[in-house]
């Protein structure tokens, strides 16, 4: 079937580490996103990617790194520069046009 | 004033009620709507896409008034299985036509 897997489901960080949330999916999507979700709150959009080799910033961008290299993949590298990791992590793509997103099942990252 | 904006509640009913959420959003160009629903824990799911006619699934309903930029839900016969977060979703034109959430409406369904 076709679907967004998130990997891992629970991720610890050190203080001063970088981490990468894996976010690989098969339903042929052209756009992805990863959005960060904080108890209580709605989502906000981290990095969005509309295409191969391009990717662009969202509304909270700063701490954090994205690469796509291919088309079913959108890792995100949480670095030491984001002071405030510990958050529910959500990746989700869509096909071209006016479509709802697909998520994944989230990561949630807690700092140690 | 924030793109989207729901009531946080949260809904207390009971099985069988009928209940409403509504939804503001700011942006006159957005062209597609959506309600999801997020269990605790759990990652948001495509609920049902919101038309401007309005339309049905089953016990819900969605409406959609351009006018006056609001969304509304309506759950019929509330079921214990309903209770969730609901969030309120619409598209922007402009960052890639991503998708702005609301922070979502909290329903809790009692026997």
């Known amino acids: 079937d076709g679907g967004i897997t998130q990997s891992p489901k629970y991720l610890f960080r050190k203080e001063g580490q970088n981490v990468t949330l894996s976010c690989e999916q098969n339903?042929?999507?052209?756009?992805m996103y990863w959005y960060r979700q904080d108890p209580g709150q709605g989502l906000r959009l981290i990095y969005y990617?509309?295409?191969?080799?391009?990717?662009q910033k969202g509304d909270i961008a700063e701490g954090y790194s994205v690469s796509r290299e291919k088309k079913e993949s959108f890792p995100l590298t949480v670095t030491s520069a984001q002071k405030n990791p510990t958050a529910f992590y959500l990746c989700?793509?869509?096909?071209?046009?006016?479509?709802?997103?697909?998520f994944g099942s989230g990561t949630r990252l807690t700092v140690v | 004033r924030k793109e989207v904006e729901q009531d946080p509640g949260p809904f207390n009913v009971p099985e069988g009620a009928t209940v409403a959420f509504n939804c503001t959003y700011s942006?006159?160009?957005?062209?597609?709507f959506f309600w999801y629903r997020q269990d605790c824990r759990k990652e948001p799911k495509l609920l049902m896409s919101?038309?401007?006619s309005g339309n049905e699934d089953g016990r819900f309903t969605a409406q959609l008034n351009r006018a006056s930029q609001y969304i509304s839900l309506l759950i019929r016969d509330s079921k214990l299985s309903d209770s969730a977060t609901y969030l309120c979703?619409?598209?922007?034109?402009?960052?890639?036509?991503?998708?702005?959430f609301g922070a979502g409406t909290i329903l809790r369904v009692k026997s």
């Open positions: 990617s509309q295409i191969v080799n391009d990717f």
């Open positions: 942006n006159s160009a957005s062209q597609s």
């Open positions: 989700a793509s869509r096909p071209d046009g006016i479509y709802g997103y697909t």
């Open positions: 919101v038309y401007s």
């Open positions: 339903l042929n999507h052209d756009a």
């Open positions: 979703v619409v598209n922007a034109m402009e960052y890639g036509n991503k998708l702005v």
